[in-house]
């Protein structure tokens, strides 16, 4: 079993349609959790981070963390053919960089 | 702010050959870098982390005779993959540290696509 599983999809969903996109884990030591969105042929871009349990909004964008179920979840509102991307889950159990464990990432594809 | 490069972005190689990856932050000094690798498909797998001026710690699995990495300053990091073969063929990514050192505030480059033939 992988320490962090993400639906690999695609996920195709209408303009305007609220997407949920999300990981489990199974390391109950994870406190960092962050989302990263990957154009195709790029490096990934760091979204959203939470610490801990709870929700982060961040304009059409919110994150939310239970870390009682090991489940974080990325909410995207009225989401845009701009959104089509990979979303890339990635937690640490600390704040060191090499400790960032990433999701296998969901292929989101937004149709006009 | 906070950009990260990546030179080339697309190479392809003979077997047998090496191969050298830049990676370079262009606006604020990375104490620490850090390679990853990248099937199609698949996530990101950290490969080694580089601390400029001393040895790269390698991740298990990971040959670091293969794969040499330098950190020579604060903004340049490089990956060479020596006597390169298809199975090596994948995309490579790097990311640096930004200023604060926290696991988030980590700044990717855009990508190098190597194709071994």
């Known amino acids: 079993q992988k320490e962090v599983e993400q639906d690999p999809g695609p996920l195709s969903v209408p303009e305007g349609a609220i997407v949920s996109l999300n990981c489990t884990y199974s390391?109950?030591?994870?406190?960092?959790f962050m989302w990263y969105r990957q154009y195709s042929r790029k490096g990934p871009e760091l979204l959203m981070y939470?610490?801990?349990?709870g929700n982060k909004e961040d304009g059409r964008f919110t994150a939310q963390v239970d870390k009682s179920s090991k489940y974080i979840s990325l909410f995207i509102r009225d989401s845009q053919p701009s959104d089509s991307a990979t979303y890339l889950c990635?937690?640490?159990?600390?704040?060191?960089?090499?400790?960032?464990?990433f999701g296998g990432g969901t292929r989101l594809m937004v149709k006009p | 702010g906070a950009v990260v490069s990546q030179h080339p972005s697309w190479v392809i190689c003979k077997s047998g050959t090496s191969v050298k990856i830049e990676c370079r932050s262009l606006?604020?000094?990375?104490?620490?870098m850090f390679w990853y690798r990248q099937f199609p498909k698949q996530s990101l797998m950290l490969m080694a982390t580089?601390?400029?001026?001393?040895?790269?710690?390698?991740e298990q699995g990971v040959e670091k005779d293969k794969f040499l990495i330098n950190h020579a300053s604060l903004t340049l990091s490089t990956l060479t993959v020596t006597s390169a073969h298809p199975e090596d063929s994948s995309f490579y990514i790097c990311?640096?540290?930004?200023?604060?050192?926290?696991?988030?505030?980590?700044?990717f480059g855009p990508g190098t696509r190597l194709t071994v033939t």
């Open positions: 990635a937690m640490s159990s600390n704040n060191a960089g090499n400790m960032l464990t």
């Open positions: 939470t610490y801990s349990s």
């Open positions: 580089s601390n400029e001026g001393s040895k790269a710690t390698y």
């Open positions: 990311s640096a540290d930004g200023p604060s050192g926290v696991s988030y505030e980590q700044y």
């Open positions: 390391n109950s030591a994870f406190q960092y």
């Open positions: 606006d604020f000094q990375a104490t620490t």
